[in-house]
């Protein structure tokens, strides 16, 4: 138990669905990201969240959508996916965005777009 | 803007046997460095850091790492491989404010 909890482990989703995928902390920690983990490349960052605020895209297809409700939870609305999108999405928290914080990962959902 | 090497995507060593993860870094600012542990359909586990306390960092499960400023190394050694060590090992660095960048990884295989 990481304290940051993902749901679903795993998602089979055709190319025409619309799914989210849900990550919760309780760890009282300030920034949330969602990283995306292929297989024979380095983990992606895709989105940093600070405080609720959005304060990093690195260049993510709008088909991913995030949102953070409040600091404890995240999101990542999925539409209109592509094949190449299948992968290891990992949520992950910290105390702050900055300096020498860990990040605390959950599990991950296991995505599968057919 | 930082960066970091893992040398070899794969490592096998026999039970008992001394692990060596090799890692070497690049960053303009001084850095912090990670090295974070995945089991299989698992997340990432912080295993240790460096946060230039000491240069020689110990973590969990019998884990150590160097930091060795003149060589931009960030090696991760156990004097004595376990079977339940086998798993995904990866490496990472953050310069000051900026974001965290990880390697791409080695897998640790243990045969007994």
């Known amino acids: 138990e990481t304290g940051v909890t993902q749901t679903p482990r795993h998602l089979v989703m055709g190319m025409t669905n619309k799914k989210s995928l849900k990550c919760e902390q309780h760890?009282?920690?300030?920034?949330m990201y969602w990283y995306k983990q292929s297989a024979k490349k380095p983990l992606e960052l895709m989105f940093v969240?600070?405080?609720?605020?959005?304060?990093e895209n690195n260049s993510v297809p709008s088909r991913f959508s995030p949102e953070c409700p409040n600091s404890s939870h995240l999101f990542l609305h999925l539409h209109t996916l592509q094949p190449e999108d299948s992968a290891l999405y990992l949520c992950?928290?910290?105390?702050?965005?900055?300096?020498?914080?860990?990040?605390?990962f959950g599990q991950g959902t296991r995505l599968t777009v057919v | 803007a930082q960066s970091v090497t893992q040398l070899g995507s794969h490592v096998s060593v026999s039970e008992g046997a001394l692990v060596l993860l090799r890692c070497n870094y690049s960053?303009?600012?001084?850095?912090?460095l990670f090295w974070y542990v995945q089991y299989p359909n698992q997340g990432l586990q912080l295993l240790l850091k460096y946060t230039s306390a000491a240069t020689l960092v110990k973590g969990i499960n019998g884990f150590e790492a160097e930091f060795k400023k003149s060589e931009t190394s960030f090696h991760l050694t156990k004097p004595s491989a376990h079977m339940s060590d086998a798993a995904e090992y990866f490496c990472?660095?953050?310069?000051?404010?900026?974001?965290?960048?990880f390697g791409t990884g080695t897998r640790l295989l243990v045969s007994p």
């Open positions: 992950a928290s910290s105390q702050d965005s900055r300096g020498p914080t860990d990040a605390f």
């Open positions: 960053s303009s600012v001084p850095p912090y």
């Open positions: 969240y600070s405080l609720e605020e959005r304060v």
């Open positions: 990472a660095v953050k310069g000051g404010f900026q974001k965290l960048v």
């Open positions: 760890l009282g920690h300030n920034a």
